[in-house]
Each structure stands twice: as structure tokens, then as C-alpha cells.
């Protein structure tokens, strides 16, 4: 278990800056598996998790969406047979804030 | 209603053929809002449905999930606030069959 899925999510305006290139690379030597992407012009932070069928790949989406809502804070999850990817930004920002590596590392504790 | 969602599935194996542009233009006119993409190469069924917030979207994920386990054959559903795209295709042929259009017309019944 990670530190960062202990720290609480701050409240992320439309006026906080989005993480450094320099700070979202330290955040991310924490979280195995996770790659910082980008779409259309949006910096994101995505994993694939793979299970043996859709009925456990569904139920894992069950749960981030549950972790998701207790956070107030919402990742695109792509559900299939066999795998669903989870993908953090923060929508306000544009971009990657503290609060999405924070509940990327939460992803990782409900997978387990 | 449409006829389409009473149909059955058949087996697909993959010596089964895609159907023609023209069969799945025909079977597209019974589906409202449905697109035909290309993704590397595979014609896909998709399309976005609309929510009022990510509880409901998620809720349709559940149900959308229920009617591809019962029926034996998965898209990928990507969930986010507001809204869940769900995407048919035919692994096995590596295109589009009736079933997709089948489970399209089901989907759009679980989305009422």
C-alpha cells in the first residue's frame, strides 16, 4: 500500500496548476504499471489491469467507480472481456493534479 | 421496440462472414444514433449514451454488462461522468455480424 492512496484528495479548482512534468514522474516511480499519456493536448494517467473474464473486469469497474464517487473525483473506465483501463485527469485543470496519482494509487489497492 | 433486439444470436465462429456494407446499412437505419468507426482496420458498432451524472452512466455500465454475459458476447464500454460509449464488434471475424446489431438494439432497450 502506498503512501499517496492515504493522502486525502485536496479540492481542485479551474486556478490550480497542473502537477510539473518533473512532479508527476517522481508520483509516478510509486505507481507500477501507470504511463502518463496524452490526449488531444490533455495530459492523462492511464494502466491497463487484466482479469480471466468480463464478469471480473466489470466488477473491478464496479468498485473504482464506487472509490470514484467517494472521492468526487471521475476516471474514464473502458471495460471489455478480460481488461479494463482506467484513465485519471482532472477536468477543471486540463491536466494531471496530485489528486489523480492519489486515486490512481487507490486503483491499484481495489485491483488487489 | 425494434424486431432486431427479439432476434436471437446465432453461434459465430470464425469462419463466419462480416456482413456486407449493405446489410449493415440496413440494420443501421433500426438503430438511431448508432455509428459504423473503423478502429485498426475492424468495423465497429458505437455509440454514447447520455446521463445525468456518473452513478447513472455506471448503473447502465452494470446492466449493459448483465445483457453481454447473458448473451455470451462483450463490447467494450467506456464509463465516465456523464455518459457510457458502448462498442460492438466480432472478435472472431474481426468485423461486424448480426449479433452486434442484435446486442446494439438490446442496449438501447437497457438504456430506457
Do not use: Y
Not at 6 to 29: D, I, K, M, R, V
Amino acid at each position: 500500500m502506498s503512501n499517496l492512496s492515504q493522502t486525502h484528495c485536496e479540492p481542485c479548482s479551474g486556478n490550480a496548476e497542473p502537477l510539473s512534468p518533473q512532479a508527476c514522474q517522481q508520483h509516478l516511480q510509486s505507481l507500477p504499471e501507470w504511463q502518463i499519456v496524452e490526449h488531444d493536448g490533455i495530459m492523462k494517467l492511464t494502466k491497463p489491469f487484466s482479469f480471466r473474464n468480463f464478469a471480473d473486469a466489470l466488477a473491478f469497474t464496479q468498485r473504482v467507480g464506487e472509490l470514484a464517487e467517494q472521492a468526487g473525483h471521475h476516471p474514464v473506465i473502458a471495460t471489455q472481456w478480460g481488461s479494463a483501463t482506467v484513465t485519471w485527469w482532472s477536468h477543471e485543470i486540463k491536466g494531471l493534479h496530485l489528486n489523480d496519482f492519489i486515486l490512481a494509487a487507490r486503483t491499484d489497492e481495489v485491483a488487489e
